[in-house]
């Protein structure tokens, strides 16, 4: 703990990042999810400080996930009160301790790298394209929504014309057009030594959109922008009012078939996106650090049990907070940890000035970070790669942007699983022969897979040949065929074929290379 302490300087400054840009978040994904506003916020402040806390991730941020969100507008629909909705959380998070327990986060290991960065790059992409109509004055669409098609009616090109067309609010572009200048600027201008280097760039996006907004009110009305474009977050009257806005599981609905079907998808969804996020989250990690993912799914279970009980939204790592959080220098998991702190702090003393933030100066903060992890460079770099790495990023890039994050990240797994299962079957043993010498050679470890190639390669050598089995470039032969090669040397005297088999791996697979016939030898 002391040695997570101590780096306070960097963690401190990244967690009012974070803060910042979850708050509009939780809102809006409470909002989309038919559930109070306030149980965005509650998830938020779990996901911060219980999941961190738990979490051996040093940079994953968690808390309401918009990939849940038509999930649990369709379990809040189904069952019969939001306490018994609260119930399938918990018991989603008991599940997800058990996936952990079970060892279950391994599975992430398997995700191809290009599948990873495409999905990194479609949220920054995403990003950029959903906070535009914010910054120019559009919020039909929620606050979080990675759905192509919206709510409003508009998808995620169509509202971008149609803000343009009807809804431009000048006084919105003014304040996301300072922002977004200041942001890149502050990014190149930002002192390295001094008090100053502390300064979250983001922190004064804000601070320059509320006073503008503030100004804009006393010297032009017209451009001062209507509460519907500012941050809305509950205000409660005193601290009495403030617990009220709690909420609590219903026991008596644990018989109910529905939440436990409601709780079993719950677990997998958040497991499935919390996996793919920390992941994501170790790749962009300047330090490379990798975290434990059966610990991971243990937290996240933790965390969904906790805010389940207290009336929040079940929580995921979420890659847009993580990727802020990188963006901002974070070092360890305080930054989380604090971030949880600052939402609690904020919405129990000051939420009325929480409201007074305009949408448009954290749509800034947002597109920001959507061009740090969408940067063309890293389509550049990926077709460099050649098309067995850039075909799938690319398909993972357009399915996620032209349906939503989980199933763009399925059509992406696929594409590269294709890929993946296309490169091992690739031709793994060699064939050559001169004079009266043939050599056939394992290139690579032989699986089951490879048993056809292999009995083809052998049937090609000719009678009354001299032949080498080169198996020195592998640690692993599959059983049926080391009978491929057991047969092949039985009949080799039949066709007068002298067999040299060269390699350890006779004399540690089992059943073993059968032992030396007339004419066969080992090198």
């Not at 390669?457 to 040949?465: A, E």
């Given at each position: 703990m002391t040695s997570l302490l101590s780096r306070w300087k960097a963690d401190l400054p990244a967690s009012i990042v974070v803060a910042l840009v979850a708050l509009p978040l939780c809102l809006g994904i409470a909002l989309a999810s038919g559930a109070p506003l306030f149980s965005g916020i509650i998830a938020g402040i779990v996901g911060g400080i219980v999941v961190g806390t738990l979490s051996k991730s040093p940079l994953s941020v968690s808390g309401p996930a918009a990939g849940l969100t038509v999930i649990v507008l369709g379990a809040i629909q189904s069952l019969p009160t939001y306490e018994a909705f609260l119930l399938a959380v918990v018991l989603a998070g008991v599940m997800q301790l058990a996936l952990g327990f079970s060892r279950s986060g391994v599975l992430s290991e398997f995700v191809p790298s290009s599948v990873i960065t495409g999905m990194l790059a479609a949220i920054g992409l995403i990003l950029i394209l959903k906070q535009l109509p914010h910054a120019?004055?559009?919020?039909?669409?929620?606050?979080?929504?990675?759905?192509?098609?919206?709510?409003?009616g508009f998808n995620t090109f169509s509202a971008i014309t149609n803000t343009i067309a009807t809804s431009v609010e000048p006084g919105a572009i003014i304040i996301a057009l300072v922002s977004i200048v200041f942001l890149f600027w502050w990014e190149k201008a930002k002192p390295k030594d001094g008090p100053l280097r502390y300064l979250?760039?983001?922190?004064?996006?804000?601070?320059?959109?509320?006073?503008?907004?503030?100004?804009?009110?006393?010297?032009?009305p017209g451009l001062q922008l209507k509460p519907t474009h500012l941050v809305q977050v509950p205000v409660s009257d005193g601290i009495a009012g403030f617990l009220n806005l709690f909420s609590f599981p219903d026991f008596t609905a644990i018989s109910n078939t529905t939440v436990w079907t409601v709780a079993l998808t719950l677990a997998i969804v958040a497991s499935l996106e919390s996996l793919l996020s920390v992941k994501a989250v170790d790749a962009l990690d300047p330090q490379r650090r990798t975290t434990d993912k059966n610990r991971e799914l243990m937290a996240q279970g933790g965390g969904n049990m906790v805010s389940g009980l207290i009336g929040g939204l079940p929580v995921t790592s979420v890659i847009v907070r993580s990727s802020?959080?990188?963006?901002?220098?974070?070092?360890?998991?305080?930054?989380?940890?604090?971030?949880?702190?600052?939402?609690?702090?904020?919405?129990?003393?000051?939420?009325?000035?929480?409201?007074?933030?305009?949408?448009?100066?954290?749509?800034?903060v947002?597109?920001?970070?959507?061009?740090?992890?969408?940067?063309?460079?890293?389509?550049?770099?990926r077709y460099q790669q050649g098309w067995t790495q850039f075909a799938p990023f690319v398909v993972t890039v357009l399915a996620?942007?032209?349906?939503?994050?989980?199933?763009?990240?399925?059509?992406?797994?696929?594409?590269?699983?294709?890929?993946?299962?296309?490169?091992?079957?690739?031709?793994?043993?060699?064939f050559a022969c001169d004079g009266d010498d043939c050599l056939v050679r394992a290139r690579r470890n032989l699986y089951f897979?490879?048993?056809?190639?292999?009995?083809?390669?052998?049937?090609?050598?000719?009678?009354?040949?001299?032949?080498?089995?080169?198996?020195?470039?592998?640690?692993?032969?599959?059983?049926?065929?080391?009978?491929?090669?057991?047969?092949?040397?039985?009949?080799?005297?039949?066709?007068?074929?002298?067999?040299?088999?060269?390699g350890d791996i006779a004399e540690n697979t089992a059943p073993k290379i059968d032992a030396p016939l007339t004419r066969v030898q080992y090198v």
């Open positions: 120019i004055g559009y919020d039909g669409d929620y606050e979080g929504s990675f759905e192509f098609l919206q709510a409003d979250p760039g983001p922190l004064v996006a804000v601070v320059i959109g509320v006073v503008a907004n503030i100004l804009f009110g006393m010297l032009s802020a959080n990188v963006e901002a220098k974070a070092e360890t998991k305080m930054s989380a940890i604090y971030h949880g702190a600052w939402l609690l702090l904020s919405v129990m003393f000051i939420p009325t000035a929480l409201n007074l933030i305009p949408l448009a100066a954290l749509a800034a947002l597109i920001q970070t959507g061009y740090k992890l969408a940067k063309p460079a890293l389509f550049v770099q996620i942007l032209l349906t939503d994050l989980l199933v763009g990240i399925v059509i992406g797994l696929v594409v590269g699983f294709v890929f993946v299962i296309g490169r091992n079957l690739r031709p793994a043993v060699t897979m490879h048993k056809p190639e292999l009995q083809k390669t052998l049937d090609r050598v000719p009678d009354n040949m001299n032949v080498m089995i080169d198996l020195s470039s592998t640690n692993y032969v599959d059983l049926d065929n080391v009978e491929i090669i057991n047969s092949f040397i039985k009949g080799a005297k039949y066709r007068g074929i002298s067999v040299i088999l060269r």
